[in-house]
């Protein structure tokens, strides 16, 4: 079975501070895919990067960036410099490779980011 | 920039009625899928739908859901007999391919009382 841990559920921080969100995920399968998904106030549910099983290269994309690490299977998330328009939730996701099935999603619970001006 | 677009953005139905939500995928993704998030919960997969039919379905999408591609644009989710548990907000998504990154719309927030 799959899943994805977020053991934070609300992190708090001020403006320009760096905040780093946690994701734990458990699977057996070889290749997997990893997703960071970020929900405004709003409510939609933004797409922010894909990683694959194979390639460990971190990421990096403006103020975001992103560590893969297989060895601990964690895929965490760092904001740098956090604005307060980065306030929303962060979910991590997984899913495992499939045969015409699409790829459901598993998510995690979710962070909760508060940036303070 | 290709968006999915669902409607309509909040429903309220009363308990034991059917419910249709309804949604435009992106035209030229081929894997489409609905979730589900309870208020302050995580995101929950219900079904995926490939090549005109259910590829995969989860505990949650029992008896009382379908899904339906009634022309080659929409994509919807019906609840035939909807209960106070079905409130949640509904996500469609769709995506290009398998395993890659789904775009989701910006959900209906069903509220049944």
């Known amino acids: 079975a799959q899943k994805v841990t977020q053991a934070q559920t609300e992190i708090s921080v001020v403006e320009k501070e760096d905040v780093t969100l946690d994701c734990v995920y458990e699977?057996?399968?070889?290749?997997?895919?990893l997703f960071w998904y970020k929900q405004p106030p709003s409510g939609e549910l933004v797409f922010l990067i894909r990683?694959?099983?194979?390639?460990?290269q971190n990421e990096i994309s403006g103020r975001y960036s992103w560590n893969f690490q297989k060895s601990t299977s964690s895929f965490n998330f760092t904001i740098t410099a956090s604005q307060v328009v980065d306030s929303a939730v962060y979910f991590c996701?997984?899913?495992?490779?499939?045969?015409?099935?699409?790829?459901?999603?598993?998510f995690g619970q979710g962070t909760e980011l508060s940036v303070k001006p | 920039e290709p968006e999915v677009t669902q409607t309509p953005s909040h429903q309220v139905t009363q308990m034991g009625q059917e419910v249709i939500l309804r949604c435009v995928p992106i035209s030229n993704h081929l894997y489409f899928y609905w979730y589900r998030q309870i208020l302050g919960q995580k995101v929950e997969f219900l079904v995926s739908f490939y090549n005109n039919e259910i590829s995969e379905k989860s505990e949650i999408f029992d008896d009382q859901f379908s899904v339906e591609r009634p022309d080659g644009s929409n994509f919807t989710l019906k609840i035939r007999s909807t209960k106070l548990e079905d409130s949640a907000m509904y996500f469609c998504?769709?995506?290009?391919?398998?395993?890659?990154?789904?775009?989701f719309g910006q959900g209906t927030r069903l509220t049944v009382v």
């Open positions: 699977t057996r399968d070889t290749t997997y895919y």
């Open positions: 996701a997984l899913s495992v490779r499939s045969y015409n099935q699409g790829g459901k999603l598993i």
């Open positions: 998504a769709s995506s290009d391919g398998e395993n890659t990154e789904a775009f």
């Open positions: 990683r694959n099983s194979f390639d460990e």
